[in-house]
């Protein structure tokens, strides 16, 4: 089992910056690839960013792509989402998932395949 909590959402500017957390605790000695999606308001949850357990591969949504940026430290069990010139089609719950691989650079960039999910995190832009 793995409990996964995000936080660093919150209101912010078009045009500006922030960074989501993805702490991950509990069975965290299996390898995991991290993925971020997200769900605004009546819409399907969508693919955002993936990262491999390793950290060396990464994926983006062409949306984000040149504009967010994924990362991890394993040794505190955390994942990052650098979130830059934001717009307000950006606003929508933000998830992390953990996908459980025997890859160390593998990741997945489909919901479906993800095992555990965090609680989601609030990011509002505002024009």
């Known amino acids: 089992q793995v409990e996964l909590v995000e936080s660093g959402g919150g209101l912010v500017q078009a045009g500006a910056s922030l960074r989501l957390s993805c702490a991950a605790s509990g069975r965290t000695s299996s390898s995991y690839a991290i993925g971020w999606f997200r769900q605004a308001p009546g819409k399907e949850r969508e693919f955002v960013a993936t990262i491999s357990w390793s950290g060396v591969s990464t994926a983006y949504a062409d949306s984000v792509k040149d504009r967010f940026s994924i990362y991890r430290d394993n040794a505190k069990n955390t994942v990052f989402l650098q979130m830059n010139s934001l717009k307000p089609e950006d606003t929508a719950v933000y998830y992390c998932?953990?996908?459980?691989?025997?890859?160390?650079?593998?990741?997945?960039?489909?919901?479906?395949?993800?095992?555990?999910w965090g609680q989601g995190t609030q990011v509002t832009v505002s024009s």
């Open positions: 998932g953990a996908h459980r691989t025997y890859y160390m650079n593998s990741y997945s960039s489909l919901w479906g395949e993800y095992d555990y």
